[in-house]
């Protein structure tokens, strides 16, 4: 049986002087869970936000936060996260994200979240694999992370295939999400490669009506 699409809106694209407002308009217009990008000015040439506006964030919703760390030391900050109300944390494999992943996956997942593992385009498959038998959710970067609006990269799909294989082989149950240059059409690709849960910024904030984007993004296939 396939399993549901689960659109996560990026809050990083949405109006922050009325973030309350975005946040509930996507939840109204379907949205599964809430995507926070943590970046730290370190990892990435960017710097986003922290747990005090994930902890915000989740005073407005009921949805699952799900955050993504694109910060250095992940295993430092993770119990802040976990104090903010984060459902999934997701952490990066890079060496210049300068953690033990094994040991951070433990600890999201001792806590009684759900732990993600994720890598950038540049790095290969063989990074995350060793990981896969330890997380909830795996993340594969459709666009190099740091800025909404990029263009989606399709060369990452055979990542997508080679993980979905993985799984099935090893009876696993992660879910499997992509992030960059989501919309309609490269949603449709993903989930034909083997993708259940859509981050989106740019094709969810920017448009004018967040509820068909949503539609059309969990129906593409
Ligand atoms: C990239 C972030 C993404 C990003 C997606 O650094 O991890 O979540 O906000 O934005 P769009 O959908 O605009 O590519
Ligand atoms: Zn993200």
């Known amino acids: 049986m396939p399993r549901p699409i689960i659109v996560a809106p990026s809050i990083l694209a949405a109006d922050f002087s009325r973030l309350a407002d975005e ?3 996507v939840e109204a217009a379907g949205a599964d869970w809430i ?10 040439d960017n710097i986003s936000f922290g747990p005090a506006m994930v902890a915000t964030v989740g005073k407005h919703t009921k949805l699952p936060l799900d955050v993504h760390l694109m910060i250095e030391h992940a295993d430092h900050y993770v119990p802040r996260f976990i104090d903010a109300g984060a459902n999934s944390i997701t952490v990066h494999v890079e060496a210049e994200a300068k953690h033990d992943v094994a040991r951070t996956l433990r600890q999201i997942r001792d806590a009684g979240r ?3 593992v994720t890598l950038n385009p540049a790095t290969p498959y063989e ?3 060793s990981h896969l038998a330890e997380v909830d959710l795996l993340l594969i970067m459709t666009v190099h992370p740091g800025f909404g609006g990029q263009a989606f990269r399709a060369d990452q799909m055979a990542k997508l295939q080679r993980a979905c294989a993985w799984r099935e082989a090893h009876k696993a149950n992660f879910d499997i999400e992509v992030d960059g240059g989501i919309n309609a059409e490269t949603a449709a690709l993903s989930i034909e490669n083997g993708a259940n849960a859509l981050v989106a910024g740019t094709s969810i904030f920017r448009s004018g009506d967040y509820k068909t984007a949503i539609r059309e993004m969990r129906n593409s296939r």
């Open 23 to 25: 946040i509930r308009a």
């Open 35 to 44: 995507h926070c990008d943590i970046i730290d000015g370190h990892f990435v």
């Open 114 to 116: 759900r732990a993600g």
């Open 127 to 129: 990074a995350i694999e």
